[in-house]
């Protein structure tokens, strides 16, 4: 099963993978905060997900980790 | 080679830096020491070492930078206009703490100036040139046998200190050509742990580096190597005492100057002035101390200087400005005379003819 | 099974760019060339003066911060000293054709054996918006602040099409970075610009057009879009030169 990880403190809410998702299930949350105060990104739906690793390669922060 | 060669001073600068194991040269032609760049760019090809000329003086220290990062001798060298253009590189590579070598073989100035000899980047060398905190070791030789003294001290002091070190050369001896033999150099070599050689896997990284961005750290790294420096003028500082014994007054004077100076010396002890001179041959790190104590002994002292007077301020601040010292400069070119020399310790000595 | 993670030659430390600023994803696909090729061990980078200055902080191999403009003539000393390193340089629009010009054309002259990264963002981000010799006419910044007037301060430098017309360098690519298929295409080319090194076949050059969403007033989606929208046009993708390519078209 495709997977991707956050490493929600790296994140900085630029939103970049948000666009990049060919399945439009990444989101920026309303609801948290990371260390820095950043609004992270996570995802909205993990069974959709098809470990295409676009999200990851428009990362700038390397947060994201893909597993298939 | 144990034997005396007739060699031009430039090229005997080129020759003592390959056997002190400088395998590494980048340079610009400039008038008057181009020779430098061109015996390299015939030696280097046939030992294995590096010759570029650079697209620029400031591309050659550059390149210098990097070398020395890498943990390897280099050298540039230039006169005045193009180690104007160096002063940034320079700077750059005090506070990275990298060893290397510098020529300047100087020029009259300001701006383009002309081509004749001069002594004129005096300050430029010891108190600066480039911005912030920071010294070089500066070495002035007074015949071609220095100019290869001088370069194979100069690079194991850079390598001992991890610091730039100068060669302040004047024209004149880049020019002149008389005996110089190449005693069995060892070329020393010293661990460079810091050095940027590649990580191999084997360690963290090494960073080659002046950035420091947290006010704390820079002014800590500033204090480290001003201790450095404190312990280069303990151990480091050199010069010459000629005549000095019984002498009532004392000529200042480096390269050049204090050949000429010695000349008029001579003259003068002829005719009863007892005069003597003190010659440094660390410009930085200056010789204070000789010249305090000379001042306990000497009523006054005769600055000779190819310039409109530098070295004469460290003479009076090393002094305490408790004796007279009168300047005896010439400049753009011009050398002065062991005559000139000959009258301005007159003057000083009271008697006029 | 992972298939895709931080690459190993990036540090720990988090990075200090604006949200959404391109330096991360470069620095990735310099990172994952490195790791890629399994040079690591013997890679020397040289960091600009720009926002990316830092650098040294971000790359696991041994770095050197080199004076503004100067890291082609750094990375000829470090290469000439240690030729079996890889050795490259990571450079901004003004570090790379402002003030260092000429340490630019005159490294591709040499065909030195080094690697350029050339992010152009068409404007000075860490001094907080300047014009660039790359900023498009018309661009608004600091210093340009109603529109580059080429009358009056010139055309913006292509650097691509006029070191693609020298003999000397090897390999002049223009790529970038603002969306999946050119960030895969970039990491390709980048990677090739590290090969040509270990191969020992000379100069090359990628320039990465790139954003900077701080200085130019905008998200850093709308930033991408600029790119793709202003930026392209301009600065048009693809290979200006690749010396053994043409080779091996002759034979």
Same mark, same amino acid.
């Given at each position: 099963?495709?997977?991707?990880?956050?490493?929600?403190?790296?994140?900085?809410?630029?939103?970049?993978?948000?666009?990049?998702?060919?399945?439009?299930?990444?989101?920026?949350?309303?609801?948290?905060?990371?260390?820095?105060?950043?609004?992270?990104?996570?995802?909205?739906?993990?069974?959709?997900?098809?470990?295409?690793?676009?999200?990851?390669?428009?990362?700038?922060?390397?947060?994201?980790?893909?597993?298939? | 080679?144990?034997?005396?060669?007739?060699?031009?001073?430039?090229?005997?600068?080129?020759?003592?830096? +390959?056997?002190?194991?400088?395998?590494?040269?980048?340079?610009?032609? +400039?008038?008057?020491?181009?020779?430098?760049? #061109?015996?390299?760019?015939?030696?280097?090809?046939?030992? =294995?070492?590096?010759?570029?000329?650079?697209?620029?003086?400031?591309?050659?220290?550059?390149?210098?930078?990097?070398?020395?990062?890498?943990?390897?001798?280099?050298?540039?060298?230039?006169?005045?206009?193009?180690?104007?253009?160096?002063?940034?590189?320079?700077?750059?590579?005090?506070?990275? &703490?990298?060893?290397?070598?510098?020529?300047?073989?100087?020029?009259?100035?300001?701006?383009?100036?002309?081509?004749?000899?001069?002594?004129?980047?005096?300050?430029?060398?010891?108190?600066?040139? =480039?911005? =912030?905190?920071?010294?070089?070791?500066?070495?002035?030789?007074?015949?071609?046998?220095?100019?290869?003294?001088?370069?194979?001290?100069?690079?194991?002091?850079?390598?001992?200190?991890?610091?730039?070190?100068?060669?302040?050369?004047?024209?004149?001896?880049?020019?002149?050509?008389?005996?110089?033999?190449?005693?069995?150099?060892?070329?020393?070599?010293?661990?460079?742990?810091?050095?940027?050689?590649?990580?191999?896997?084997?360690?963290?990284?090494?960073?080659?580096?002046?950035?420091?961005?947290?006010?704390?750290?820079?002014?800590?790294?500033?204090?480290?190597?001003?201790?450095?420096?404190?312990?280069?003028?303990?151990?480091?500082?050199?010069?010459?005492?000629?005549?000095?014994?019984?002498?009532?007054?004392?000529?200042?004077?480096?390269?050049?100057?204090?050949?000429?100076?010695?000349?008029?010396?001579?003259?003068?002890?002829?005719?009863? +002035?007892?005069?003597?001179?003190?010659?440094?041959?660390?410009?930085?790190?200056?010789?204070?101390?000789?010249? &305090?104590?000379?001042?306990?002994?000497?009523? =006054?002292?005769?600055?000779?200087?190819?310039?409109?007077?530098?070295?004469?301020?460290?003479?009076?601040?090393?002094?305490?400005?408790?004796?007279?010292?009168?300047?005896?400069?010439?400049?753009?070119?011009?050398?002065?005379?062991? &005559?000139?020399?000959?009258? #301005?310790?007159?003057?000083?000595?009271?008697?006029?003819? | 099974?992972?298939?895709?993670?931080?690459?190993?030659?990036?540090?720990?430390?988090?990075?200090?760019?604006?949200?959404?600023?391109?330096?991360?994803?470069?620095?990735?696909?310099?990172?994952?060339?490195?790791?890629?090729?399994?040079?690591?061990?013997?890679?020397?980078?040289?960091?600009?003066?720009?926002?990316?200055?830092?650098?040294?902080?971000? /790359? %696991?191999?041994?770095?050197?911060?080199?004076?503004?403009?100067?890291?082609?003539?750094?990375? %000829?000393?470090?290469?000439?000293? %240690?030729?079996?390193?890889?050795?490259?340089?990571?450079?901004?629009?003004?570090?790379?054709?402002?003030?260092?010009?000429?340490?630019? $054309?005159?490294?591709?002259?040499?065909?030195?054996?080094?690697?350029? $990264? /050339?992010?152009?963002?068409?404007?000075?981000?860490?001094?907080?918006?300047?014009?660039?010799?790359?900023?498009?006419?018309?661009?608004?910044?600091?210093?340009?602040?109603?529109?580059?007037?080429?009358?009056?301060?010139?055309?913006? $430098?292509?650097?691509?099409?006029?070191?693609?017309?020298?003999?000397?360098?090897?390999?002049?690519?223009?790529?970038?970075?603002?969306?999946?298929?050119?960030?895969?295409?970039?990491?390709?080319?980048?990677?090739?610009?590290?090969?040509?090194?270990?191969?020992?076949?000379? /100069?090359?050059?990628?320039?990465?057009?790139?954003?900077?969403?701080?200085?130019?007033?905008?998200?850093?989606?709308?930033?991408?879009?600029?790119?793709?929208?202003?930026?392209?046009?301009?600065?048009?993708?693809?290979?200006?030169?690749?010396?053994?390519?043409?080779?091996?078209?002759?034979?």
């Amino acid at each position: 099963m495709a997977k991707v990880t956050f490493n929600t403190d790296l994140c900085k809410g630029c939103g970049l993978c948000v666009d990049a998702c060919p399945k439009h299930i990444l989101e920026i949350a309303t609801d948290k905060i990371n260390m820095k105060g950043h609004s992270p990104a996570q995802i909205t739906d993990q069974s959709a997900c098809i470990g295409c690793a676009s999200c990851a390669v428009m990362c700038p922060d390397c947060v994201i980790t893909v597993e298939k | 080679m144990s034997e005396k060669v007739l060699m031009k001073g430039n090229e005997a600068i080129a020759e003592a830096a +390959i056997l002190s194991g400088c395998r590494h040269y980048f340079g610009y032609p +400039i008038t008057p020491q181009t020779e430098i760049a #061109a015996y390299m760019a015939k030696r280097m090809p046939k030992i =294995g070492g590096t010759f570029l000329q650079a697209e620029s003086e400031i591309a050659a220290i550059n390149m210098v930078y990097g070398t020395s990062g890498a943990g390897y001798r280099v050298m540039t060298s230039s006169s005045s206009p193009g180690v104007s253009l160096k002063q940034e590189g320079i700077s750059y590579i005090a506070g990275a &703490d990298l060893p290397c070598l510098i020529v300047n073989v100087q020029r009259g100035g300001p701006g383009l100036g002309g081509i004749q000899p001069s002594q004129s980047d005096y300050f430029q060398a010891t108190k600066g040139g =480039g911005h =912030g905190d920071y010294h070089l070791i500066v070495l002035a030789p007074a015949s071609v046998q220095e100019m290869a003294n001088m370069t194979v001290r100069a690079f194991d002091l850079a390598d001992k200190y991890r610091m730039p070190a100068m060669l302040l050369a004047d024209g004149t001896m880049g020019q002149m050509m008389e005996p110089v033999e190449f005693p069995d150099i060892k070329a020393n070599k010293v661990e460079k742990p810091w050095a940027v050689t590649g990580t191999q896997m084997k360690r963290k990284h090494n960073i080659i580096n002046s950035l420091y961005l947290n006010p704390e750290e820079l002014e800590k790294k500033n204090e480290e190597r001003f201790a450095r420096y404190a312990e280069i003028e303990e151990k480091e500082t050199l010069y010459e005492s000629f005549m000095m014994d019984d002498a009532e007054y004392c000529v200042a004077a480096f390269g050049i100057a204090a050949r000429v100076s010695k000349n008029a010396i001579v003259e003068a002890r002829a005719q009863g +002035i007892k005069v003597g001179l003190i010659r440094p041959i660390t410009l930085w790190p200056f010789p204070k101390k000789a010249f &305090d104590e000379a001042a306990d002994k000497v009523k =006054g002292f005769i600055t000779v200087e190819l310039s409109m007077g530098q070295m004469i301020e460290d003479v009076e601040l090393a002094t305490k400005c408790r004796r007279p010292v009168i300047p005896c400069n010439r400049t753009g070119g011009m050398i002065p005379s062991p &005559d000139q020399v000959l009258s #301005a310790i007159k003057k000083i000595a009271g008697g006029d003819q | 099974m992972i298939v895709f993670e931080k690459p190993k030659s990036l540090t720990d430390v988090p990075l200090h760019y604006c949200p959404g600023c391109t330096h991360g994803i470069i620095h990735r696909l310099v990172a994952e060339a490195i790791d890629e090729l399994g040079i690591e061990g013997r890679t020397v980078g040289v960091a600009p003066v720009g926002c990316a200055v830092m650098a040294y902080d971000y /790359f %696991t191999c041994d770095m050197v911060e080199a004076a503004h403009g100067r890291a082609p003539a750094v990375a %000829t000393g470090l290469k000439r000293a %240690t030729p079996d390193n890889i050795i490259f340089t990571y450079q901004g629009d003004g570090d790379l054709a402002s003030i260092g010009t000429a340490e630019t $054309i005159h490294a591709a002259t040499r065909n030195e054996n080094i690697t350029v $990264i /050339f992010v152009n963002n068409a404007i000075y981000g860490m001094t907080g918006g300047q014009m660039a010799p790359t900023s498009l006419p018309g661009q608004v910044t600091q210093t340009s602040p109603y529109g580059r007037d080429v009358k009056t301060v010139g055309y913006p $430098i292509r650097m691509c099409e006029m070191l693609a017309t020298m003999e000397g360098p090897e390999y002049i690519a223009r790529v970038a970075v603002n969306n999946v298929k050119n960030v895969r295409n970039a990491k390709k080319v980048i990677q090739k610009a590290f090969e040509n090194q270990v191969n020992g076949l000379g /100069f090359s050059l990628v320039e990465v057009v790139s954003s900077c969403p701080t200085n130019w007033g905008m998200t850093p989606q709308k930033a991408l879009e600029w790119v793709n929208d202003k930026m392209i046009p301009y600065y048009p993708l693809g290979v200006y030169k690749d010396r053994s390519a043409a080779k091996e078209g002759k034979e």
